[in-house]
Nanobody
Framework: VQLQACGGGLVQAGGSLRLDCAAS????????MGWFRQAPGKEREYVAA????????YYADSVKGRFTISRDNTKNTVYLQMNRLKPEDTAVYYC??????????????????WGQGTLVTVSS
């Protein structure tokens, strides 16, 4: 499956952005989808994930209550709505797809397909 992320940009602290990730070339509805981010000089970290069939969502503690992950299987797209953004949310955001069904969805190494990344910059 090929993934294409978009929607990043520059926003002031407290603002909102929505990231979109469009999938092609595979059975999108069969994949658990995740969002990860990587800030300069840091490792890639888990942000959120949404299960393939149930649509159950999971969030990192750092974004819980501010970010919402969702998917539209009819459009082969996963979204990340980011509200109340903080400067520490600044990073390149990546969408990813996996067939893993266990708690391994939190680990980047368990995702076999990645989008190209989109930069989110939050100014203070």
């Amino acid at each position: 499956v090929q993934l294409q992320a978009c929607g990043g940009g520059l926003v002031q602290a407290g603002g909102s952005l929505r990231l979109d990730c469009a999938a092609s070339g595979g059975t999108f509805s069969a994949y658990t989808m995740g969002w990860f981010r990587q800030a300069p000089g840091k490792e890639r970290e888990y942000v959120a994930a949404i299960r393939a069939i149930s649509g159950v969502t999971y969030y990192a503690d750092s974004v819980k209550g501010r970010f919402t992950i969702s998917r539209d299987n009819t459009k082969n797209t996963v979204y990340l709505q980011m509200n109340r953004l903080k400067p520490e949310d600044t990073a390149v955001y990546y969408c990813a797809a996996t067939m893993v069904v266990t708690s391994g969805i939190y680990y980047p190494s368990n995702y076999g397909y990645w989008g190209q990344g989109t930069l989110v910059t939050v100014s203070s």
